[in-house]
């Protein structure tokens, strides 16, 4: 028979929600051929639940860990749904009140919960929720290798720095981000004024992405249009990341009536950042000529109808 030991604070909502975390196992994890109880004892300020277990056949390698590995697996659950909530409110509630935007809680907050949540690396999803939840798991397998008795409320404080050191460093990227935004919509909102108030230069201006440049621009009877600081920077390798920038600087200069971009289903997040700023002035287009013909650029000698 093995015997585990799990001490949590007697409060009501903590050991009511293990108590379900358990019960909830219990029924969805198959241990046979060990089978595993427990029962509840209070005492002082804890509440203990006292885990009993034993092999109906002789223990082998595996079947000796079921039963530590079924408690650690209760107290990954517990911390994920209980401390994590409780923690990341508390560190959120501190750097918004350092950067005064308590008020602003209700926006924010989805940006950090979904920073918590999921995480982008390398091109793949990762879930970082259950990525957090095995690293728990491990902590607390590891220690019931060496102790029977574990006092949650220590074990929380002291062995799991680490998770928390990176659970406040996605809480901060969460707020990044959601300044980032609010930034970045702030200026998009000064830019449509400008542009509401600004006369119009060209009727015309045809966007197409290019091969040797990121854009090349054409008025309306298909001439090149020249802006020497922009074609200058298009062509500094180092700023390549900020092309589209400066392409929207270039339309803001240009103040035309209408924007015709080309080869649109190529760049999906350029036609969102034109159309937030230039609303119905941008017209979207993928089958003319020079759509069809495969980035074939403008010129004098090569005339293409847009």
């Known amino acids: 028979m093995q015997t585990y030991r799990v001490l949590l604070e007697n409060v009501p909502e903590h050991s009511g929600t293990y108590r379900v975390i358990v019960n909830e196992m219990m029924e969805r994890v198959n241990t046979a051929p060990v089978r595993i109880t427990y029962k509840e004892q209070e005492q002082d300020d804890y509440c203990t639940f006292l885990f009993q277990s034993w092999c109906e056949e002789e223990y082998d390698a595996q079947t000796i860990e079921w039963a530590r590995a079924f408690v650690a697996l209760t107290l990954a659950e517990w911390v994920a749904q209980v401390k994590e909530p409780e923690i990341l409110q508390e560190m959120a509630t501190d750097l918004l009140a350092a950067e005064q935007l308590e008020e602003e809680w209700a926006e924010v907050f989805p940006y950090i919960e979904r920073m918590c949540l999921e995480i982008e690396q390398d091109g793949r999803e990762l879930l970082a929720a259950t990525t957090r939840k095995a690293n728990v798991y491990r902590k607390a397998f590891f220690y019931l290798e060496q102790e029977r008795t574990i006092n949650v409320l220590g074990f929380v404080r002291f062995r799991l720095q680490e998770h928390w050191n990176e659970l406040f460093e996605l809480v901060e990227s969460g707020i ?15 830019l449509r004024y400008f542009i509401a108030v600004q006369e119009v230069k060209q009727e015309v201006v045809h966007v197409i992405p290019s ?23 298009f062509g500094m390798d180092e700023q390549a990341c900020r092309d589209e920038d400066y392409l929207v600087s270039a339309l803001v200069t240009l103040a035309p009536e209408s924007i015709v971009l080309h080869m649109a289903g190529e760049k999906p997040g350029l036609v969102q950042t034109i159309r937030s700023i230039f609303d119905s002035r941008l017209i979207t287009c993928h089958s003319c000529s020079l759509c069809l013909g495969q980035r074939r650029i403008l010129d004098g000698n090569n005339p293409t109808t847009l």
């Open 176 to 190: 990044d981000e959601y300044l980032e935004d609010k930034q970045y919509q702030e200026f998009v909102e000064l």
């Open 211 to 233: 091969v040797d440049k990121p854009f090349h621009l054409y008025d309306k009877k298909g001439d090149r249009l020249w802006l020497e600081q922009l074609d200058a920077v």
